[in-house]
């Protein structure tokens, strides 16, 4: 790839602004973009572990491969409804020319049996049990750095998780689809929001936790938030896409629903056109 477009990938994965940051951004993407992945021989996929499938995915003009390692917690890294919506979006956008190949370190086929059943996933995804994958290429163990695009002959030419950053979606799409991939030109703004962090305390299982989080226009611009993620399938935002004119505010009602107990500490990301990196919201907690 191109070295704007390089920089460019810098740009839209910039979680802070803090130089150090910036800095093993630059350092990631370059070490990853253009390097050829390395696959595993005779890799078998099953769909919600029980049907062994013949998944053909190294000829197709591009595929995303998403590596999960066992680190934490598998539910939260998976998303797998996330991942369902958007699979179903690709296929239509593509006409299912571009398939999305799961490597997971799960720590039993049991606990990726139920995760993949539970969240009604019929995806072939790859078990992979001796952690082959990443033995052969030596993943980052930041999440960001485990999905990747790839090209028929399995080189880099994107890298973010499509799922968790719409920048990265709309990138991924402008390089399947034969287009330029600069970023969209719009009018900034800033935006303002009451809380950086959510401390729920202590509570009991089962017990959903819910509050609001409010943002306001502190531009001269419409403010238009474009989306928000989370980095757990347990947090659930609902929040309005209508432009915040000047001066104005909109709310983001946060849901919690831990389906473990202990500690968590999970982030809520708002992308809008406030800035380049998204807005991040801390939510901490324990679980009784």
């Not at 130089?19 to 370059?30: A, L």
């Amino acid at each position: 790839m191109e070295k704007c477009n390089i920089v460019l990938l810098c740009a839209i994965l910039l979680v802070s602004c803090s130089s150090s940051e910036i800095g093993s951004i630059e350092t990631e993407v370059n070490r990853w973009m253009g390097a050829d992945i390395q696959f595993p021989k005779n890799s078998v996929f099953t769909i919600q572990g029980r049907d062994t499938v013949d998944f053909q995915f190294q000829d197709a003009p591009y595929k995303i491969l998403t590596y999960v390692d066992s680190v934490g917690c598998m539910s939260c890294k998976l998303q797998l409804e996330n991942w369902s919506k958007y699979i179903q979006e690709l296929d239509s956008v593509t006409g299912s020319m571009v398939p999305v190949t799961f490597f997971i370190n799960a720590p039993t086929l049991k606990e990726l049996t139920y995760i993949t059943r539970r969240d009604g996933f019929k995806h072939p995804v790859c078990f992979n049990k001796a952690d082959e994958l990443n033995r052969l290429n030596h993943f980052s163990d930041e999440m960001m750095y485990q999905t990747f695009l790839l090209d028929r002959d399995n080189r880099v030419v994107g890298i973010g998780n499509p799922v968790n950053n719409p920048n990265v979606k709309a990138l991924y799409y402008h390089i399947i689809q034969g287009e330029s991939a600069k970023a969209p030109t719009r009018k900034s703004t800033t935006m303002a929001l009451d809380v950086d962090e959510i401390n729920f305390g202590k509570f009991s299982i089962g017990k959903e936790q819910i509050t609001n989080v409010t943002i306001t226009n502190t531009g001269s611009e419409l403010l238009v938030i474009s989306d928000v993620t989370t980095s757990c399938g347990c947090t659930e935002v609902e929040f309005s896409r209508e432009p915040v004119r000047s001066g104005q505010s909109t709310a983001l009602t946060v849901r919690y629903n831990p389906d473990e107990k202990g500690y968590f500490s999970k982030t809520i990301s708002i992308y809008s056109n406030a800035g380049v990196a998204p807005a991040t919201i801390a939510i901490k907690g324990y679980v009784e």
